[in-house]
């Protein structure tokens, strides 16, 4: 289990374009994930935030677009300037008549330092739960 890809499914009621665009364009993403100094959906883009538990240490996570497929899928590499490991985040659409089904799959986990409790797998449940199972819904469904 520890080399386990974390996984989550949502159905969202939003046609996938809107979810798309939600996903993949920083103006829309500052709503429900990160405000990003610049994002474009382009395979080798490169890009960093900061972010951390709220009330504890803050990190710069470096990532960089290995894939896009336009409505389908988004891939980044996931990495902290300064710490061991490396992990790839994926987005995956799928059309649902007028809703759309997205898959987060964030793989490589393990390749954190175990001894930092703030790269725990239970934190990334938690963080993406909150992003992909409320934020992005709310985001996308309310406007």
Known sequence: MKNQAFTIERILNAP????????????????????????????GFEFEFTGGPSDGAQYIHQCKITEAIL????TYSWAYKGYEGKSLVTFELFKEGEKTKIKLTHTGLETFPS?????????????????IGKSLPHFVEQN
Do not use: C, Q
């Not at 996938?16 to 395979?43: C, G, R, T």
């Not at 409505?71 to 988004?74: G, H, S, Y």
């Not at 703030?118 to 992003?131: K, L, Q, V, Y």
């Open 16 to 43: 996938i374009e809107k979810v798309w665009k939600a996903i993949s364009n920083k103006e829309e993403m500052k709503h429900w994930y990160f405000d990003l100094a610049e994002f474009k959906p382009e395979v």
């Open 71 to 74: 409505n389908k899928k988004l």
């Open 115 to 131: 001894t930092n409790k703030d790269f725990a797998r239970t934190n990334f449940e938690a963080g993406w739960s909150e992003i």
